[in-house]
């Protein structure tokens, strides 16, 4: 859990990363609000080699940022740093070696 300090720093490291990848209408199910497994997957793959992501719900998603941000974390078992506007700031430590850890 990160406490608001931490959550302040990664909000300022975020601003300067662009997004990874857009959630839209074929990565989330607008009945039920589930992610598909390839998107997770990928967002995962990028988590475990960055630790800090930033990604953008488009405008056509049934969902907001809001409403995805903890669901999506919560999946990926991630810390959602952050949902602003239509951005989604996500955080998870990465034990993977060769990855430049994110200092608080």
């Known amino acids: 859990m990160l406490n608001s300090k931490q959550r302040s720093n990664l909000r300022s490291l975020a601003a300067d990363l662009e997004p990874i ?12 609000g589930t992610f598909t497994q390839t998107f997770l997957d990928g967002v995962s793959l990028a988590l475990d080699a960055r630790e800090l992501v930033k990604l953008t719900v488009l405008k056509n998603a049934a969902f907001t940022a809001a409403e995805l941000g ?22 998870r430590y990465s034990n993977k070696k060769g990855v430049k850890h994110v200092e608080f």
């Not at 990848?21 to 039920?32: A, I, K, L, M």
């Not at 999506?72 to 700031?89: D, N, P, Q, R, W």
């Open 70 to 91: 903890d669901d999506l974390a919560a999946e990926l078992g991630a810390e959602c740093v952050a949902t602003i506007g239509h951005k989604i700031i996500l955080y």
């Open 21 to 32: 990848c857009q959630v839209g209408r074929t990565s989330v199910n607008e009945e039920d």
